[in-house]
């Protein structure tokens, strides 16, 4: 799986990728979302981020799709490297008494 994330000007038309992919993907609501972007600036156009975990062979299609609709792919991960790592030492031992 691959975690996309893309920003578009327009947070209607974020929605209506968002919509698009549920539809060919048959996504369920945790594997892709859209939500303001933060920045570190002020802006006069505040942007929209549409991300999500993909399919790696479908991930191509969808980025072509973001394009289209004026998007930006911001990143685009394994999502292997998006888990939380434990520090050295952390780990648990379920038969250490």
């Known amino acids: 799986m691959l975690v996309l994330a893309a920003s578009f000007r327009d947070g ?3 929605r209506r990728v968002l919509k698009e992919l ?5 996504l ?3 594997d892709a979302a859209v939500a303001p972007m933060g920045t570190a600036a002020e802006s ?8 999500g975990r993909f ?3 479908r991930v191509g299609r969808i980025r ?7 998007g930006r792919v911001l990143v685009e991960v394994d999502e292997r490297a998006t888990r939380r790592r434990q520090p050295a030492g952390s780990r648990t ?5």
């Not at 549920?22 to 048959?26: G, L, P």
């Not at 072509?64 to 004026?70: F, I, K, M, P």
């Not at 031992?93 to 008494?97: K, M, Q, T, V």
């Open 12 to 14: 209607k038309v974020a």
């Open 22 to 26: 549920q539809r060919a993907y048959e």
């Open 28 to 30: 369920r609501a945790e």
């Open 44 to 51: 006069d156009a505040p942007l929209t981020v549409l991300a």
């Open 55 to 57: 399919h790696d062979d």
């Open 64 to 70: 072509d799709l973001v394009e289209r609709y004026g």
């Open 93 to 97: 031992n379920s038969l250490a008494g």
